[in-house]
């Protein structure tokens, strides 16, 4: 039985669909790195002071 243009469309999404939630999954998780680098993330408590504006973008690898 072979499988319809629908069905194959609804599979390609479903793939693309599992795509993009890996790529959010990442992006989160860049935004997060990037959250307590700058000392803005609440939920973590670190117990050095907040990074300078220096070392922030020393951190990101801007310098």
Do not use: W, Y
């Amino acid at each position: 039985m072979s499988r319809t243009d629908a069905q194959e469309r609804l599979a390609e999404i479903q793939k693309l669909l599992q795509e993009r939630q890996a790529v959010v999954k990442k992006v989160d998780i860049i935004d997060r790195q990037i959250q307590e680098l700058a000392g803005l993330c609440p939920d973590k408590k670190r117990k050095a002071a907040p990074l300078s504006a220096r070392d922030f973008v020393r951190g990101c690898g801007l310098s």
